[in-house]
């Protein structure tokens, strides 16, 4: 009987403590999915994926254009 109670002595910080930290997991897994379906709205209403004429991907680099035609400056 005296073990139980020693038992008892430590479930009643060890569970409480599991719950808390599956509550702080569960609204930081929600918090994030609804912060990536605002920034997917906004995304849409700024009409960044309308665009599908590749122009967000210019690069300024002209010499990577030449290597990766295969004229490069090995021949």
Request: glycine share 8%.
């Amino acid at each position: 009987m005296n073990q139980e109670y020693g038992n008892w002595g430590w479930e009643i910080f060890v569970y409480p403590s599991y719950i808390v930290v599956a509550i702080i997991l569960l609204s930081y897994i929600g918090y994030s999915y609804f912060s990536l379906i605002n920034s997917l709205k906004d995304m849409r209403n700024e009409g960044y994926f309308e665009n599908n004429d590749d122009s967000n991907f210019n690069f300024s680099d002209k010499s990577s254009e030449s290597d990766l035609s295969g004229k490069g400056s090995d021949s």
